[in-house]
């Protein structure tokens, strides 16, 4: 907190606006990241937030964030085992066997491998048999039989809730103090990701909402074999612990081992896409945590998904939004593009629509795998410094998950294949759906109801012109003229107008008394001028623009590249 109060203010508590240059920037976040780490589960969770929110944090916060993992050493297994019994009972009469060494350990629960008897799931009618786990697994290993059938079993870290509660009361009381050095778009943004973050960690500790999640994201997915996605044994399931089918694969991002076993990464690329879209825009309900430790894939070239503790719904105005801004980012329609961002409330409508439509066409030429030109990226960062508004972007609660899954999903498709095309595939999912269709058809009803609504004002409009000049003729016409002034124009011009006829009173007042030979009344003449000199000099010099660059992906892992 105190590096970011140091990098808005000259003066930490006062001053006027500085901004930092980027290396700086990147030494403060790997300070960050280290304290992040020391600070705990809560806190790394946070960092892993953040580093999706290019409108909260500088870029090079965001890259030094991103390899932010969400790795702990696992709790004991003396206090696991108290947890795991105390939800669903002994752990000798409901396992045929259960290894006590975690396979993976995270921020607000760790992950055993164990297994159950498959008469016993299949009795409560868990068993599925489209995701048998001897179908699903890399190694070929694995399912019913006469060992047991494997699992998964997640355990809530022990006493994780009362130390989250802790944490959170002092991200609530450490808030105030942060707003107090960022503008009001800044500000927006972090009181929504404060209250999201709040709101997604307490449901991430609910094991029974994942498993709700899972299950309804399962059906979703139902019959689609390109997609595998585990299955909850609720019969060893309860709000601390959650079983599910055991399905191992290649991490998604070991491209070596993926090219070992000819498994194609681009269309595996597009398939994650297609998914995402399906989820946000068709079903409403999405994992939201699509990082390559929640990601793996299977011998046959199916995508496997771990971990729905982060997972959320989209609000029907909000899907209809996102479908108006995809199909106009498919059209090319920078303009529909724009619209569609300030009705979702993500772009202000004071934003200056010149230079944010060059923002949205670079954007689109890098989400096509085309190459960026660098000068064209440094002159439209030169023309949002020189832009005398507020930082345009800002993020509603109901986005900050899906823009989560934006950035992540990205990431995962340019490492699968660098050349991948974004556009081109969701494009011709919206076609395939019929959005774009539909999309024209509303096109065509919009307009006859604008055609219509100009007639109806076209008969009016001879009445009204007529009583305006009769009303002109009998010199009974007034307009009323309401200037605007958000930039604070005017008052600039009378505060350096005021400036200016003090020094002027002050240097002519310096002459006087030191032509009256008395010294010291020139001196405090002289120093009152110096002051309002620097005054002047300063009105002139405030800080425009945002003081941050936009964040490509793809262009910023070229310019790494090219940097190694």
Not at 288 to 300: E, F, I
Not at 450 to 463: D, F, Y
Request: charged share 30%; aromatic share 8%; hydrophobic share 40%.
């Amino acid at each position: 907190m105190l590096a970011y109060a140091r990098d808005r203010r000259r003066f930490l508590l006062f001053g006027r606006p500085r901004s930092v240059d980027a290396e700086t920037h990147r030494h403060r976040a790997e300070v960050l990241l280290e304290s992040l780490l020391t600070l705990g589960p809560t806190f790394i969770k946070l960092g892993q937030l953040l580093s999706t929110r290019p409108d909260v944090l500088p870029p090079a916060y965001i890259d030094v964030l991103a390899a932010l993992q969400d790795e702990v050493p696992p709790a004991d297994w003396a206090d696991a085992k108290r947890v795991l019994e105390a939800e669903i009972g002994p752990v000798d009469e409901n396992f045929v066997e259960f290894e006590t060494e975690a396979i993976s350990g995270a921020s607000l629960g760790q992950v055993y491998h164990a297994r159950v008897d498959p008469e016993a799931v299949d009795a409560v009618g868990t068993a599925d048999p489209t995701a048998e786990s001897g179908d699903t697994r890399a190694d070929g290993a694995g399912g019913p039989d006469s060992a047991g059938r494997e699992v998964a079993v997640k355990i809530r870290r022990p006493d994780i809730e009362e130390l989250v509660n802790a944490d959170l009361r002092v991200i609530k009381w450490s808030l105030p103090i942060l707003l107090y050095f960022v503008d009001e778009s800044r500000a927006f943004s972090l009181r929504n990701l404060a209250d999201e973050f709040s709101k997604t960690i307490r449901e991430e500790m609910d094991y029974e909402r994942e498993a709700e999640m899972l299950r309804e994201i399962r059906t979703n997915f139902a019959g689609d074999d390109r997609f595998v996605i585990p299955d909850v044994i609720e019969s060893h399931s309860g709000r601390r612990v959650l079983t599910m089918e055991y399905i191992q694969g290649t991490k998604i991002n070991d491209l070596g081992e993926l090219e070992r076993k000819g498994i194609d990464r681009t269309r595996l690329a597009e398939n994650l896409e297609r998914a995402y879209l399906q989820m946000i825009m068709d079903d409403g309900v999405f994992h939201a945590d699509p990082h390559p430790g929640n990601l793996a894939v299977t011998d046959d070239g199916r995508i496997v998904f771990y971990d729905f503790g982060m997972s959320g719904r989209v609000d029907s105005f909000v899907q209809e939004k996102i479908i108006d801004f995809y199909v106009a980012v498919a059209n090319q329609d920078i303009d529909g593009i724009l619209d569609a961002l300030i009705e979702i409330g993500t772009l202000s409508p004071d934003a200056d629509r010149g230079v944010m439509a060059e923002v949205m066409e670079i954007a689109i030429q890098d989400a096509r795998g085309e190459d960026v030109e660098q000068y064209r990226v440094n002159q439209i960062v030169g023309q949002i410094e020189d832009s005398i508004y507020v930082f345009p972007f800002r993020l509603p609660k109901n986005l900050a998950l899906v823009l989560r899954v934006a950035t992540v999903v990205e990431g995962v498709c340019v490492t699968l294949d660098p050349d991948f095309d974004f556009i081109s595939v969701a494009t011709d999912y919206l076609t395939e759906e019929g959005y774009r269709e539909e999309s024209i058809r509303q096109y065509a009803r919009e307009t006859g109801e604008n055609i219509r609504r100009t007639g109806e004002s076209l008969t009016r409009l001879a009445p009204k012109a007529e009583r305006a000049l009769d009303r002109l003729d009998r010199d009974d016409l007034y307009v009323r003229i309401g200037l605007e002034d958000e930039e604070n124009v005017f008052d600039t011009f009378a505060k350096r107008l005021i400036y200016g006829m003090l020094l002027t009173m002050s240097l002519f007042s310096m002459g006087v008394l030191y032509a009256l030979e008395a010294p010291r009344a020139s001196i405090v003449a002289a120093v009152f001028s110096l002051v309002v000199t620097v005054l002047l000099y300063r009105s002139f010099r405030e800080p425009k623009g945002i003081g941050a660059k936009p964040q490509f992906t793809r262009q910023s892992m070229r310019q790494r590249r090219g940097e190694e």
